[in-house]
């Protein structure tokens, strides 16, 4: 059973920076993806990455998020840039696709105007 736990979350200005990670165990390494849940909102996926690196990022958040991965430490970042207020979001990692089994608690990132 894959076990993820994201940290890193916090409360930042607008433009500002952040960045989150994903500690995952009890798996291989595998593609993981982070996504997002903004209140009232369903579920967006948001950056995804493969075994070997290859990245690609939701199409509104290219040139602001950025996903990477160290695979020794089996661990998962989202780094993001110029964040935005409808930014705000609980952040997940999982695996892409994603396992219905393995949501954690995610980690809150609140952007302030």
């Known amino acids: 059973q894959v076990q993820l736990v994201e940290s890193g979350g916090g409360l930042v200005q607008a433009g500002g920076s952040a960045r989150v990670s994903c500690a995952a165990s009890g798996t291989n390494v595998r593609a993981m993806a982070w996504y997002r849940q903004a209140p009232g909102k369903q579920r967006e996926f948001v950056a995804r990455i493969s075994i070997t690196g290859v990245t690609s990022v939701a199409n509104d958040l290219r040139g602001r998020f950025a996903i990477a991965r160290d695979n020794a430490a089996n661990t998962v970042h989202l780094q993001m840039n110029n964040l935005k207020p409808e930014d705000t979001a609980v952040y997940y990692c999982?695996?892409?696709?994603?396992?219905?089994?393995?949501w954690g608690q995610g980690t809150q990132v609140t952007v302030s105007s």
């Open positions: 999982n695996t892409y696709p994603p396992n219905f089994h393995s």
